[in-house]
């Protein structure tokens, strides 16, 4: 018996149990909760695209490393006594916009109470299509201004949360009601997430290019604008000529009727969303200068 003891003892010698103290218990608590609410911030910005380049980056170095390319290897270890001031120069905006909601919301609740499991691979629905639909052509008949953004993989939080929340289904009467002159919603753009009105009155980016016609208006540059720096997808609705466009990958579609913009929204349900990058030079300017 004494014998089988000690081999027992033996065998689990390497088994070490840490004392673990409350002080250990709460640190992994707070670098879990700090952890996940930076990768909760990251995914509501454009830093989760700049991360994924980074990430890209660095997979290249640990190639470079086991290979051995020295040329590669060297390039790095130059720029590497400038690559953690780049770093907050990129993220800036994002980190300065997240010290801000860290000092003024309640940080726990937001994290417990979001909910991320939306499915991201049906953004639109045949229902908010025929709402969206209904909804532009009764603001181009009125001639009421309309700029709606549809979200897709880059998130646009930053832009959401210069906004009014809404959080309602997306419904014709309430796009119109929203866009109506003279009310407190109309100005700015509505965002639309996995089939719901997000936020509305949001401050979008202006387009830079100087090739637009120069009859286009600040919807349409920020229409423009938003589908630079994100994969979104906008309406527009003008209001000195009802005229519908919608924006995609810096590309302008224009005069668009009830079956033209359904079928761009049909095909952004289907993931088939025209205007891969090697077409859009090349149809560019015929299409942003369409009368």
């Known amino acids: 018996m004494s014998k089988f003891v000690s081999g027992l003892k033996e065998y689990f010698d390497w088994f070490y149990v840490p004392d673990i103290r409350l002080s250990d218990i709460l640190e992994i608590i707070i670098l879990s909760f700090v952890i996940y609410y930076v990768m909760l911030w990251f995914k509501r910005t454009r ?9 890209i980056l660095a997979i290249v170095f640990a190639i470079a490393s086991f290979f051995n390319m020295n040329t590669i290897l060297w390039i790095y270890r130059n720029m590497i006594s400038v690559s953690i001031l780049a770093l907050f120069i990129l993220f800036q905006p994002e980190l300065r916009r997240g010290l801000e909601e860290l000092g003024r ?5 937001e994290v417990l109470t979001r909910d991320d499991s939306g499915d991201k691979s049906n953004r639109i629905t045949e229902h908010t299509i025929r709402e969206l639909v209904a909804a532009s ?15 897709q993989n880059v998130a646009l ?3 959401e949360s210069t906004g009014i929340q809404v959080d309602a289904h997306v419904t014709k009467q309430l796009l119109i009601n929203i866009f109506e002159k003279n009310t407190p919603l109309h100005d700015g ?10 936020a509305a009155t949001c401050y979008l980016p202006l387009t830079g290019r100087h090739d637009l016609n120069k009859d286009l208006g600040t919807r349409h540059r920020a229409a423009v604008g938003i589908s630079e720096v994100s994969d979104s997808v906008t309406i527009v609705v003008s209001e000195e000529n009802g ?11 224009r005069n668009l009727d009830s079956e033209s913009l359904r079928r761009e929204l049909e ?3 289907m993931g088939k969303m025209t205007g891969k990058k090697n077409r859009r030079s090349k149809r560019r300017d015929k299409e942003v200068d369409r009368a």
């Open 47 to 55: 830093a989760w695209t700049l991360f994924k380049g980074i990430l």
């Open 267 to 269: 095909a952004l349900r």
């Open 243 to 253: 005229a519908i466009s919608l924006a995609q990958g810096g590309l302008l579609k």
């Open 157 to 159: 939080g930053e832009y």
């Open 105 to 109: 919301k309640n940080i726990l609740s």
């Open 137 to 151: 052509i009764d603001m181009s008949k009125a001639k009421t201004g309309a700029l709606i953004v549809i979200e």
């Open 189 to 198: 753009a509505v965002i639309i997430r996995n089939n719901r009105v997000i």
